[in-house]
């Protein structure tokens, strides 16, 4: 099992680009989520997901989309990316909601 | 949601006893209470979680009090690879994880 990947590791962006942070795993995991952890504090969740075809928001919604497509697969989308969205992102899986999750190693983003 | 508080650091010996506290007196009683950890550039790790009972696994053990407005994380013998960022955090049916501030654990060689 290569358990929860998340790609790319690092990335920059210029103000007001696009792109998008893949997250996949490959425990069959029904739920699925997205937090930021900026510098000295702890996570926060963006959006998440029980199931293919249903996504809810978290505490920090604004500037960030989902999709869930596959049970596998769960993408965030930058719609436009700005200085406060700098932070890394960790996406995380569990078999179901009130059982341990799994988190991915992180993607270090940068926006200037 | 409910909130935890948890002291900001603490340091100990190697393979000493580490007794992490978290009071949570506004917990409900469909609130589990889970520990994860965070060492440095990596992602959270799941420690434990418990809802009424005292818990063990191979990483810890967690003692809930009677009324589960508090309980206490236990590393029985603390390793160098122990050092990091422990989470005391909430979860209600909603399923989601609130991360506080945590607390750094320190451990001296």
């Known amino acids: 099992n290569a358990g929860v990947t998340q790609t790319p590791k690092f990335q920059v962006l210029k103000t007001g680009q696009s792109m998008t942070l893949q997250c996949a795993q490959d425990?069959?995991?029904?739920?699925m989520s997205w937090y930021r952890q900026d510098p000295g504090m702890g996570l926060r969740l963006i959006h998440y997901?029980?199931?293919?075809?249903?996504?809810d928001q978290g505490e920090v919604p604004n500037g960030y989309n989902v999709s869930r497509s596959t049970t596998e697969d769960f993408p965030l989308r930058l719609l436009s990316a700005a200085p406060s969205q700098t932070s890394v992102y960790f996406c995380?899986?569990?078999?179901?909601?009130?059982?341990?999750?799994?988190f991915g190693p992180g993607t270090r983003l940068t926006v200037t | 949601d409910a909130k935890t508080t948890q002291p900001n650091s603490m340091e100990s010996n190697e393979e000493e006893p580490v007794h992490l506290p978290c009071n949570h007196s506004?917990?409900?009683?469909?609130?589990?209470i889970h520990w994860y950890r965070q060492l440095p550039s990596q992602g959270p790790e799941y420690v434990i979680h418990g809802l009424t009972s005292n818990v063990n696994n191979r990483m810890a053990s967690l003692a809930i009090a009677e009324d589960r407005k508090s309980s206490t994380l236990i590393l029985h013998r603390a390793t160098l690879r122990d050092a990091a960022v422990y989470y005391c955090?909430?979860?209600?049916?909603?399923?989601?994880?609130?991360f506080g501030a945590g607390t750094t654990v320190t451990v001296r060689a």
């Open positions: 506004t917990i409900s009683g469909t609130d589990y």
């Open positions: 997901s029980v199931g293919a075809g249903i996504t």
């Open positions: 955090i909430l979860m209600s049916n909603d399923y989601k994880l609130s």
């Open positions: 995380a899986s569990s078999y179901a909601g009130l059982y341990e999750q799994y």
């Open positions: 425990m069959n995991h029904e739920y």
